[in-house]
T-cell receptor, first 117, second 114 residues
Framework: DGGITQSPKYLFRKEGQNVTLSCEQN?????MYWYRQDPGQGLRLIYY???????QKGDIAEGYSVSREKKESFPLTVTSAQKNPTAFYLC????????????????FGAGSRLTVL | EDKVVQSPLSLVVHEGDTVTLNCSYE??????LLWYKQEKKAPTFLFML????IEKKSGRLSSILDKKELFSILNITATQTGDSAVYLC??????????????FGGGTRVLVKP
């Protein structure tokens, strides 16, 4: 079955440590995204990637980094520079990102919950 | 700055009731509006709306877009406990040289009591 796999589901981190969240998709989607969700709030875009070896900052990119070396994979690193990293992180993908192609409906992974101790 | 605002923040209803969720937006380069349902973790897609005044329906759920007044409504009739979830509204915005992006509202939490 096609889908998006995020790991780990739960992660605890000490202050000052970098952590990397994994996101893998086997949907053959070109575009991938990382969102952050805080309690009682909607999703905020961290980074997105339209194609391999290319990515852009979203609305809240500070303190995060990404890479897109393979079509299937879009890992997110939460660095020690992120002041308030405790949150629920959602990875998503879509068929096409450039204007008008496909439905641009996002398929989401099950999320990773990061807690900083 | 692009804004998507959902109301109410939360509501509690009883099975069989009808609920109406609102999503208003102020964005540049609007492309479409999408509704998602988030029960526990991964949001799942409900509707995508591009044209004004055309209702989309799926079972007991329906949605409509008003591009003049810049809002959308999601209706759920004859609610069931399985409808309990956070409902997210997102607006797809065209970005020059970078394609499109989705901006989400804060969500409406719906609790349906038996």
């Amino acid at each position: 079955d096609g889908g998006i796999t995020q790991s780990p589901k739960y992660l605890f981190r000490k202050e000052g440590q970098n952590v990397t969240l994994s996101c893998e998709q086997n949907l053959n989607h070109d575009a991938m995204y990382w969102y952050r969700q805080d309690p009682g709030q909607g999703l905020r875009l961290i980074y997105y990637s339209q194609i391999v070896n290319d990515f852009q900052k979203g609305d809240i990119a500070e303190g995060y980094s990404v890479s897109r070396e393979k079509k299937e994979s879009f890992p997110l690193t939460v660095t020690s520079a992120q002041k308030n990293p405790t949150a629920f992180y959602l990875c998503a993908s879509s068929i096409g990102f450039r204007g008008g192609s496909g439905a641009n409906v996002l398929t989401f992974g099950a999320g990773s919950r990061l807690t900083v101790l | 700055e692009d804004k998507v605002v959902q109301s109410p923040l939360s509501l509690v209803v009883h099975e069989g009731d009808t609920v109406t969720l609102n999503c208003s937006y102020e964005v540049t380069n609007f492309r479409s509006l999408l509704w998602y349902k988030q029960e526990k973790k991964a949001p799942t897609f409900l509707f995508m709306l591009t044209s004004s005044g055309i209702e989309k329906k799926s079972g007991r759920l329906s949605s409509i877009l008003d591009k003049k007044e810049l809002f959308s409504i999601l209706n759920i009739t004859a609610t069931q406990t399985g409808d309990s979830a956070v409902y997210l509204c997102a607006v797809k915005i065209r970005i020059k040289a970078a394609g499109n992006k989705l901006t989400f509202g804060g969500g409406t939490r719906v609790l349906v009591k038996p």
